[in-house]
């Protein structure tokens, strides 16, 4: 062979594995920006028991065409106590299912629609302004883009046809199935995308270059080589997303053992499914690649208790877990005893506050040695408060409606103000957050004094916080009259800090960028002292 159709081979092979992953992401991208954060709530309500777990994986997996971004979202409810570690083994096992449905749509011959298709995206994209229509057309687009891909990909493989080295490997393959895992599991590392690597193997299987018996192990070794993203995206994080990461590289290797024992059987299964439903190539890839998660799923569903402790037990720790969901708010008290509902909101708003000011710590402790897993915890926080803030609220909203004393009533009152006060603390040191992001990304040096004084100024804030939440928890006048002082130290200290910070930049000890990100800080500091102050004016009474 010439060695420019060897050279054209490569291109046209890495030119469309390129078109390929590009029209699958922007595919998922699609689709994930026209179900918007219903696939989030998805997860989140429909996997009270693992088996629901599975199906609600399987079907955000299916739409967004990414079991990585589905293992991403499971891991982040984890984190986030919406879901048990068991219930997210479910998720995982589902997404194993879910993405099987790309193997399905390359198995439709539809190849050569593949630019129409893409035409038809981008009218969508380009025409309407719409954005539930645009995401539409990006869908379509990265569908059409796939196909595109795939049919580039195809010209660049049957070439294979003629090169000896490529037949004596398939030929091996068939008399040393482990050759076959091994080589699907590589290639998929390396791509990183399993919905790739099942995608070639379909064309290699379709242009006849391989046979069934050398083609299954390779499937098997694809599922194995998936969970390197996870992996990978795990690295360095929370306990949870490790134990996640490492449940999906189990559940697939375990998978892959026991279905290189049953190859013949399994193989015959598939031969079987190609004649009875007539199936292409492609296509029988497709079913195979299917059942083979399906009955892997089913096979191992029952141990999920197992999978848990062995995965425990070989990651031990405890994580810092941040709970989104109130644990105090029961509607039942709001009709049968107002006065009993109004307590636990109280004490809701009071664990409320104490995330407030352990995220002000957090945020602290990240300006300080800028270590991600800080800013991580902080941000964990900020999103803990807003949905208490919405669930503290809707449920102070119903109970406004019953009847109350003039004291509770005045209770009531406070509690609600209090709430969007503390859920404003935590926008502010988000706010802090990404100044320290800008800080690092940039290369901004703030002086030695300028530290000091910051941190002076953040010590004073989380103390004031914590004061007023302990105010508002005992309803203690003389705590929430020392809040009020602090306050006045904190306006005092933002002036006075400016007031050296103009000194330094006209000495020129600091630079403007520095000193921007500098008086930000402080105003923003400033700024909590003031919702700080607003909580003890409650307790006080004194709130205008």
Same mark, same amino acid.
């Given at each position: ?8 081979m490569?291109?046209?092979f890495?030119? @469309?594995l ?6 699958l992401?922007?595919? @998922?991208?699609?689709l *994930?920006?026209?179900?918007g954060?219903?696939?989030r709530d998805?997860?989140?309500? &429909?996997?009270?028991?693992p ?5 609600? @994986?399987a ?6 065409q990414s079991?990585?971004t589905?293992t991403?979202?499971? +891991?982040g ?5 919406f879901?048990?570690f068991r219930?997210?083994?479910?998720v995982i096992?589902g997404a194993?299912?879910g993405?099987?449905?790309?193997a399905?749509?390359?198995g439709?011959?539809?190849?050569e629609?593949g ?13 309407f ?7 539409i ?9 796939l196909?595109? @891909?795939l049919?580039?990909?195809s %010209?660049g493989? =049957?070439?294979l046809?003629s090169?000896?080295?490529f037949?004596d490997l ?5 008399? #040393?199935p482990?050759l076959g895992?091994v080589?699907?599991?590589? &290639?998929?590392v ?5 919905s790739?690597?099942i %995608? ?9 270059l391989?046979?069934l018996?050398a083609?299954?192990p +390779?499937?098997?070794g ?10 990978l995206?795990a690295?360095?994080?929370s ?6 990461? &490492?449940?999906?590289?189990?559940f697939n ?5 026991? &279905? ?10 598939v ?6 439903l007539n199936l292409d190539n ?9 059942s083979?998660?399906?009955a ?5 569903f029952p141990?999920i208790g197992?999978?848990a402790y062995?995965v425990t ?5 405890q994580?810092v877990v941040?709970e989104?969901k109130? =644990? ?5 008290f709001?009709e *049968?005893?107002p006065s009993?509902a109004?307590?636990?909101?109280k ?5 409320? %506050?104490e995330y407030?000011?352990?995220?002000l ?5 990240y300006? #300080?040695?800028?270590?991600q897993?800080h ?7 900020e ?8 669930e503290i609220?809707?449920y102070?909203?119903q109970?406004?409606?019953t009847?109350f004393?003039?004291?509770?009533s ?5 509690l609600?103000?209090s709430?969007?006060?503390?859920e404003?603390?935590?926008?502010h040191?988000? #706010?802090?957050i990404?100044l320290v992001n800008y800080?690092?990304?940039n290369?901004v040096?703030?002086?030695?004094q ?7 100024m953040f010590?004073l804030?989380i103390?004031?916080v =914590?004061?007023a939440?302990?105010?508002?928890d005992n309803?203690?006048?003389e705590a929430?009259?020392?809040?009020v002082q602090?306050e006045?130290?904190?306006d005092?200290m933002e002036?006075?800090y400016?007031?050296?910070?103009i000194?330094r930049?006209n000495?020129?000890?600091?630079s ?9 800080i402080i105003?923003?500091?400033e700024r909590?002292g003031?919702?700080?102050?607003n ?7 004194e709130k =205008?």
């Amino acid at each position: 062979m010439a060695d420019v159709d060897v050279q054209q081979m490569i291109f046209e092979f890495i030119g @469309g594995l390129g078109i390929f992953l590009f029209g699958l992401k922007y595919m @998922g991208d699609g689709l *994930q920006k026209t179900a918007g954060d219903q696939l989030r709530d998805l997860l989140d309500r &429909f996997t009270r028991n693992p088996f629901m777990g599975v199906i609600s @994986g399987a079907v955000v997996t299916a739409l967004v065409q990414s079991s990585s971004t589905t293992t991403v979202l499971t +891991v982040g409810l984890v984190n986030a106590g919406f879901m048990s570690f068991r219930q997210a083994i479910g998720v995982i096992m589902g997404a194993n299912i879910g993405t099987t449905m790309t193997a399905f749509i390359i198995g439709i011959d539809i190849k050569e629609y593949g630019l129409p298709i893409i035409a038809l995206g981008s009218f969508l994209l380009f025409f309407f302004k719409n954005k539930r229509v645009a995401s539409i057309g990006q869908t379509i687009f990265g569908l059409g883009a796939l196909f595109v @891909g795939l049919e580039t990909m195809s %010209g660049g493989m =049957k070439p294979l046809r003629s090169l000896e080295a490529f037949s004596d490997l398939t030929l091996s393959m068939s008399e #040393n199935p482990l050759l076959g895992v091994v080589i699907g599991t590589l &290639f998929t590392v390396i791509v990183q995308s399993s919905s790739a690597t099942i %995608g070639i193997l379909q064309e290699l299987f379709g242009q006849g270059l391989m046979k069934l018996d050398a083609a299954l192990p +390779v499937l098997f070794g694809d599922n194995i080589g998936t969970t390197i993203t996870a992996v990978l995206a795990a690295i360095g994080t929370s306990i949870s997303a490790r134990r996640a990461a &490492f449940v999906h590289v189990i559940f697939n290797v375990i998978g892959a053992i026991v &279905f290189l024992l049953l190859l013949y059987p399994f193989t015959l299964y598939v031969e079987y499914l190609q004649q009875t439903l007539n199936l292409d190539n492609e296509m029988t890839i497709a079913f195979a690649h299917g059942s083979f998660n399906v009955a892997n799923t089913i096979i191992q569903f029952p141990f999920i208790g197992a999978l848990a402790y062995i995965v425990t037990k070989l990651i031990p720790g405890q994580d810092v877990v941040v709970e989104y969901k109130p =644990k105090h708010l029961d509607p039942i008290f709001i009709e *049968q005893s107002p006065s009993v509902a109004l307590d636990q909101a109280k004490a809701e708003v009071i664990r409320m %506050g104490e995330y407030a000011y352990q995220g002000l710590e957090s945020t602290s402790q990240y300006l #300080n040695n800028m270590n991600q897993k800080h800013a991580d915890h902080a941000l964990q926080i900020e999103g803990a408060l807003n949905n208490l803030d919405r669930e503290i609220t809707e449920y102070l909203v119903q109970l406004s409606g019953t009847s109350f004393t003039e004291a509770e009533s005045t209770k009531h009152s406070t509690l609600m103000d209090s709430v969007r006060d503390i859920e404003r603390i935590g926008d502010h040191f988000e #706010n802090i957050i990404e100044l320290v992001n800008y800080r690092i990304s940039n290369k901004v040096e703030i002086t030695e004094q300028a530290m000091i004084d910051l941190n002076e100024m953040f010590d004073l804030t989380i103390v004031t916080v =914590k004061q007023a939440i302990s105010s508002l928890d005992n309803m203690d006048r003389e705590a929430a009259l020392a809040v009020v002082q602090k306050e006045d130290q904190i306006d005092k200290m933002e002036r006075k800090y400016r007031k050296k910070h103009i000194i330094r930049l006209n000495e020129g000890a600091c630079s403007g960028t520095a000193g921007i990100v500098y008086v930000d800080i402080i105003s923003n500091l400033e700024r909590i002292g003031d919702h700080a102050v607003n909580i003890a004016e409650e307790v006080l009474g004194e709130k =205008k």
